[in-house]
């Protein structure tokens, strides 16, 4: 009993591993929480792994809620690139939400193909640089998270 408190004293100097990176860290380094019966703990992972783990739930999250597609890539059957998921046409059926198989570039060139086989280049240069300007926002976005 007298001792306990010492004890509590002494724990905030220690150090304890984390339970994901198996690095032996000050104990600083791992947030506190108070559990239901009141006293004070650490958590078992630390401030970095936590971190990553929260941004990784979060990314899972917004992924499963269709706001972060952006940072979900998918590879074009048709010109074999990986592109952003936000270049794949998207269709709903019964059991969700589905992409295509090639992207929207590939598509819009099929159907210009099939439609405008003379006119096929008319519209080209905007789509470039539409392409452009997406590509360069989509890496802003991917460098900046
Ligand atoms: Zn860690
Ligand atoms: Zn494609």
Redesign the pocket.
């Known amino acids: 009993m007298l001792n306990s408190s010492i004890l509590i004293e002494k724990n905030t100097m220690a150090e304890k591993q984390?339970s994901?990176?198996g690095?032996v860290l000050p104990i600083f380094e791992f947030r506190k929480y108070k559990n239901q019966s009141g006293s004070i703990g650490h958590r078992g992972?630390?401030r970095?792994?936590e971190k990553e783990q929260n941004r990784e739930r979060d990314q899972r999250k917004k992924a499963q809620l269709g706001i972060n597609n952006i940072l979900v890539e998918k590879k074009c059957s048709v010109c074999k690139q990986i592109l952003p998921i936000t270049e794949f046409r998207r269709y709903e059926h019964q059991s969700g939400v589905g992409y295509r198989g090639s992207c929207r570039e590939c598509e819009k060139a099929r159907e210009r193909e099939r439609r405008h086989q003379n006119k096929a280049q008319i519209t080209n240069d905007n789509n470039i640089e539409d392409n452009y300007r997406f590509l360069k926002f989509y890496k802003k976005i991917k460098s900046g998270g």
């Open positions: 984390c994901v990176c690095q992972s630390c970095a792994c």
